[in-house]
T-cell receptor, first 116, second 114 residues
Framework: DGGITQSPKYLFRKEGQNVTLSCEQN?????MYWYRQDPGQGLRLIYY???????QKGDIAEGYSVSREKKESFPLTVTSAQKNPTAFYLC???????????????FGAGTRLSVL | AQSVAQPEDQVNVAEGNPLTVKCTYS??????LFWYVQYPNRGLQFLLK??????LVKGSYGFEAEFNKSQTSFHLKKPSALVSDSALYFC????????????FGPGTRLSVLP
């Protein structure tokens, strides 16, 4: 988990509330990712960003939003439009250079989100 | 489209015995294959990757994986399992033609029994 910090470790959301998950990296990586993990389903990509001020939707972006104002930071907001937000959320980062497909993703320790 | 299958939800093995965690994949181009391990309530840790070259790839903690193009498989192996190897293992594929994104398998839970 070194180099990528996710906070908080546990988060509770009330109905109708937006919550924001923090992800900070000190690896000087250009690319950052958000995944959702549900039991038996592996990881599903929510959003990713290859450079500051730019991000792309992943497979399950509905009900989520992100920003990438700084290279080190890629916060994820779970909005009230996400009707089933209970899951384990993982942030990752990687280099983003010419041989990008070779780059390993490094993961944070995750945030477990539950609905009250 | 890319996809990854891990046909076993759970693998049980006795300590000291060899272990195998299976992975098959589907990509349209050349596959780049990865194994990650996840301990409880933690992020994923990189174990090893196959890009090109020798079909047998050696990685962290004594793990290795064998790439088999004809069977589209990339099984993870270890000659002698440890109780501390008990964790959730994910196979992932990246297709050069689909940019940077990984596709992860559903995971296989490995239990090593003392």
């Amino acid at each position: 988990d070194g180099g990528i910090t996710q906070s908080p470790k546990y988060l509770f959301r009330k109905e109708g509330q937006n919550v924001t998950l923090s992800c900070e990296q000190n690896l000087n990586h250009d690319a950052m990712y958000w995944y959702r993990q549900d039991p038996g389903q592996g990881l599903r990509l929510i959003y990713y960003s290859q450079i500051v001020n730019d991000f792309q939707k992943g497979d399950i972006a509905e009900g989520y939003s992100v920003s990438r104002e700084k290279k080190e930071s890629f916060p994820l907001t779970v909005t009230s439009a996400q009707k089933n937000p209970t899951a384990f959320y993982l942030c990752a980062s990687s280099r983003s250079d010419r041989v990008a497909w070779l780059n390993i993703q490094y993961f944070g320790a995750g945030t477990r989100l539950s609905v009250l | 489209a890319q996809s990854v299958a891990q046909p076993e939800d759970q693998v049980n093995v006795a300590e000291g015995n060899p272990l195998t965690v299976k992975c098959t994949y589907s990509v349209s181009g050349n596959p780049y294959l990865f194994w990650y391990v996840q301990y409880p309530n933690r992020g994923l840790q990189f174990l090893l990757k196959y890009i090109t070259g020798d079909n047998l790839v050696k990685g962290s903690y004594g793990f290795e994986a064998e790439f088999n193009k004809s069977q589209t498989s990339f099984h993870l192996k270890k000659p002698s399992a440890l109780v501390s190897d008990s964790a959730l293992y994910f196979c992932a594929v990246r297709d050069k033609n689909y940019g940077q994104n990984f596709v992860f398998g559903p995971g296989t839970r490995l239990s090593v029994l003392p």
